[in-house]
């Protein structure tokens, strides 16, 4: 073996150590980041992907070694996911000749491949990787020769496939750079992160998700800030042995979410079924796009869930690309929690899967939501303010119709304009909230607009006056944005703040209310409206009954012959009522779709009113510039 190649496949490495933090493992990942950024992976778009299914490797090395050790410790075997040469301990860790060098499991030392490929000389390494591991992984969930599914494929086979997927070839450009993201990413050991901060590594690679929104890149479709998606899964509070399923599960943060705030539910010893459960049977989602799905199949591995139950392809259509691992899904979900996009246009073979045919997407989402909820069931949905407000296309309102007429929509939450922003998405939002199995009667809102957002002030679970267990935070441990014009006044100066997780104890009673919180009489408003559609009605049947005897009398003046000018007065007369039966019928219709205008309008709004007459309005002006002449005075005489 050559000098240079002993150097390459054997470089020392640094001793694993612990990671004490979110922040130093974040700035250990961000180096790695750096390496591929001058290697052929400029954007997060390319990078990310790029890390994804390396990092993967690396951490089911660490699971499977885990593993067989508490197989072996029963008694019981073990059958890996990967074997010789294809697990990282082959391939990818660092290989000395000491003596102390960590073993393989069949006893070789770790990096004994990478030792003999580079003994082989320039290119072999990516040759491996490119003709040889990748097919390899490929292969384990799909035959090639039918392009079908591998029915011997295990389910953690099935997701190292999906997970290499869109990997074809290896993207970083040389061998010295791909060996310092390896020796990098190999010092990345699951127990040397400090675990005190929950899901440490899962954490960082938020981080990077979040790099895929940034500007210039369309990320952001994929991307719900966190502290939403924490809040809504906070308001749900879904349980061990219920089902979480989300329609367009991108990368995977509303499923990831649930299995935290559902793991630290269990407390301090869970039980090995709870465990079980949460990791095999507990998950579910859809999601259409090829680059997307690998990553969130890795990021919810990442986040412990050991068998994420995600279906790859159009939710819409109904076509799948691949649905070996949603074999054990059921029909219909306890729990949903999800981010639709909007603005999306839907062609005819999506629209046709629907009772309300539009082209908007959220639309067709929340129809495919409501036949896919549980009787029971809960639902937690981020919706464009257009969806809400919107009465002039019969499609939304219908959707809306049917929503409250099957489910009790008890939440809107009005989320501040910019909260999406860090996702590259400038749309008003809200949060949904309702259980199916009972119409509405009272909507309970929440309003969030007054406070400002932007990319440098997101939106925090603070705001919603949630901890991160979801407990309620005290006054003094709320963000100042929040809480700055309620404690100005002085009137409130001894009660504590109305934030939406104090309020949400008492949704729908007169202790829920509050300056920023209301109540909605849907049902009354509902029959309101039928009261006054009523008159409009009943004279628009009664013009439609006079329509119909004008309609027999003008088949007897044309039976009779009668003059060409009293039929003509006649059809006219006959065009006249159908068109003022038309026009009572859309007045009727106007008032009932306004009915379904459920856009948050807060009453309680505090409008400050300047009281100042004109001249104390001039005198304060003169104020500020007497001011302004003192101080350049000074200034004039200091120099």
């Not at 869109?166 to 750079?177: L, Y």
């Not at 119709?401 to 009790?408: A, M, Q, T, Y």
């Not at 957002?453 to 939106?459: A, D, E, M, N, Y």
């Not at 205008?597 to 409008?607: G, I, Q, R, Y």
């Amino acid at each position: 073996m050559s000098a240079t190649n002993t150097s390459k496949s054997s470089r020392k490495t640094k001793q694993p150590k612990a990671i004490a933090s979110t922040q130093s493992l974040s700035s250990f990942v961000k180096s790695i980041c750096d390496i591929m950024r001058r290697s052929n992976c400029a954007s997060a778009l390319q990078y990310v992907p790029e890390l994804t299914w390396i990092l993967f490797l690396r951490i089911l090395d660490d699971q499977e070694a885990k593993a067989r050790e508490e197989a072996e410790a029963v008694g019981q075997s073990f059958f890996p996911a990967l074997v010789s040469p294809y697990r990282w301990q082959d391939w990818a860790a660092p290989y000395s000749e000491k003596e102390d060098h960590p073993k393989t499991t069949d006893g070789k030392p770790r990096g004994w491949l990478r030792n003999e490929l580079f003994a082989l000389g320039s290119g072999k390494f990516f040759d491996f990787i490119n003709d040889d591991l990748l097919p390899h992984l490929h292969r384990l969930d799909v035959d090639p020769r039918t392009k079908l599914p591998n029915p011997n494929a295990t389910p953690k086979q099935r997701i190292i496939g999906r997970i290499m997927t869109a990997v074809e070839k290896i993207r970083i450009d040389s061998e010295a750079n791909l060996l310092d993201v390896l020796d990098r990413v190999h010092e990345i050991n699951i127990d040397h992160v400090d675990d005190t901060h929950f899901f440490t590594l899962s954490q960082v690679y938020e981080d990077l998700l979040l790099k895929m929104g940034e500007k210039n890149s369309d990320g952001g479709q994929f991307f719900t800030p966190r502290e939403v998606i924490r809040a809504m899964v906070h308001t749900l509070n879904p349980q061990v042995n219920e089902t979480v399923y989300d329609p367009c599960c991108g990368t995977g943060g509303f499923l990831a979410v649930a299995n935290e705030h559902m793991t630290q539910g269990l407390g301090e010893s869970p039980s090995s079924t709870d465990i079980d459960t949460l990791k095999h049977k507990t998950f579910f989602g859809r999601e259409k796009e090829n680059l997307v799905l690998p990553i969130g199949l890795a990021n919810l591995v990442l986040h412990g869930i050991d068998q994420p139950n995600l279906w790859h392809g159009n939710t819409l259509t109904k076509r799948a690309t691949y649905d070996a691992l949603f074999a054990e899904a059921p029909k219909t979900f306890d729990v949903i929690l999800t981010n639709p996009p909007f603005g999306g246009k839907e062609g005819k073979d999506a629209q046709g899967n629907y009772a309300f045919k539009t082209g908007a997407t959220q639309v067709l989402f929340v129809q495919d939501i409501l036949t896919e909820l549980a009787t029971d069931g809960r639902c937690g949905i981020v919706l464009d303010e257009g969806l809400l407000f919107r009465t002039n296309e019969t499609a939304f309102v219908e959707t809306k119709r049917k929503l409250v007429n099957e489910c009790d929509l008890w939440g809107i939450v009005s989320l501040p304009g910019g909260v999406f922003s860090t996702a590259g998405a400038g749309v008003k939002t809200n949060l949904l909230f309702f259980n199916k199995g009972k119409k509405t009667d009272q909507i309970w809102y929440y309003d969030l607009t007054h406070v400002k957002v932007g990319k440098k002030t997101p939106l925090t679970l603070a705001h919603f006056g949630f901890d991160k267990r979801g407990a309620i935070l005290d006054d003094d441990k709320l963000p100042v944005n929040l809480i700055a014009d309620w404690q100005s006044d002085e009137s409130n100066s001894d009660k504590p703040f109305p934030s939406y997780a104090r309020m949400l104890q008492n949704h729908g009673k007169e202790e829920g209310n509050s300056r920023y919180s209301w109540t909605v009489d849907f049902a009354a408003r509902r029959a309101k409206a039928r009261e006054e559609m009523q008159p409009l009605l009943e004279e628009a049947d009664t013009i439609k009954a006079e329509v119909i005897n004008m309609k027999e009398r003008l088949k007897q003046y044309k039976k009779d012959k009668v003059a060409t000018a009293q039929i003509d007065e006649l059809q006219t007369q006959i065009s006249q009522r159908e068109k003022a039966a038309r026009g009572l019928r859309a007045k009727a219709d106007d008032i009932d779709a306004a009915v379904f205008d459920l856009k948050a309008v807060n009453p309680n709004t505090v409008v400050k009113v300047d009281t100042r007459t004109p001249q104390e309005v001039i005198a304060n002006i003169q104020l500020q510039q007497k001011i302004i002449d003192d101080a350049m005075s000074a200034l004039s005489k200091l120099l």
